[in-house]
């Protein structure tokens, strides 16, 4: 039984560049949240997917954006980036809006230099 | 806001010491409690959870957490530490809407560093 796998493990962008981050929700699950934990700190919510729509958002700029699919996978898109969106970014999934328990991905680190 | 604070940001322990480890969350409401570990260079795994029921949670190898509601804390604690206990431990909550969750909520975490 597959994990939540997510893509790519490594990044490196400059400054105003975009990126794309991917993820792959653990078999049936369709629920789909992504996190950024910078260095030091405790992972912080970014948003929540839900039948292919954002359900709920932390308090991150319009720079952060999501989108699910049907086979409901996920990515993140972040634009303009800035040096401070230098972090882990995590995907983590459960078995529908109820699911409480949230099974995490290995992340992937994004560097901006 | 909810917020979750973690006491201590780093422990150093001897094998076979006691650990215990600080959790309070501020929220007035319903709530789920979770202890997550993050070993080095693996993802974020979960450790135990507290829903409802027994505020005595037995998790994953020999820990466990008191949920105190009066204090609004979620401590964790293991008997004896060992080597391999060395990791990040993240106490996190979200709040319970009727059928639904709130996102989770992470303090920032206590490194845990275990000396053989």
């Known amino acids: 039984d597959a994990g939540v796998t997510q893509s790519p493990t490594h990044l490196i962008k400059t400054r105003g560049q975009q990126v794309t981050l991917r993820c792959s929700p653990k078999?049936?699950?369709?629920?789909v949240s992504w996190y950024q934990q910078a260095l030091g700190q405790g992972p912080q919510f970014i948003f929540q997917?839900?039948?292919?729509?954002?359900?709920q958002r932390g308090n991150f700029p319009d720079r952060f954006s999501g989108h699910q699919f049907p086979n409901y996978s996920s990515e993140l898109n972040v634009n303009a980036l800035l040096l401070g969106d230098s972090a882990l970014y995590l995907c983590?999934?459960?078995?529908?809006?109820?699911?409480?328990?949230?099974?995490f991905g290995p992340g992937t680190r994004l560097t901006v230099t | 806001a909810q917020s979750v604070s973690q006491h201590n940001h780093h422990v150093i322990l001897s094998e076979a010491a006691s650990l215990e480890l600080g959790c309070n969350y501020s929220?007035?409401?319903?709530?789920?409690l979770f202890w997550y570990v993050q070993y080095p260079g693996q993802h974020l795994q979960l450790l135990l959870k507290?829903?409802?029921?027994?505020?005595l949670v037995k998790g994953i190898k020999g820990f466990e957490a008191e949920f105190i509601k009066s204090k609004f804390s979620f401590n964790l604690r293991k008997p004896s530490v060992q080597w391999s206990d060395t990791a990040e431990y993240f106490c996190?909550?979200?709040?319970?809407?009727?059928?639904?969750?709130?996102?989770?909520?992470f303090g920032k975490g206590t490194k845990l560093s275990v000396k053989p």
């Open positions: 983590a999934s459960t078995p529908g809006l109820a699911g409480w328990e949230q099974y």
């Open positions: 507290y829903f409802s029921g027994d505020p």
């Open positions: 078999s049936g699950h369709d629920t």
């Open positions: 996190a909550v979200n709040a319970r809407y009727g059928g639904s969750q709130g996102n989770l909520i």
């Open positions: 929220y007035g409401g319903t709530v789920n």
């Open positions: 997917y839900y039948e292919e729509e954002e359900r």
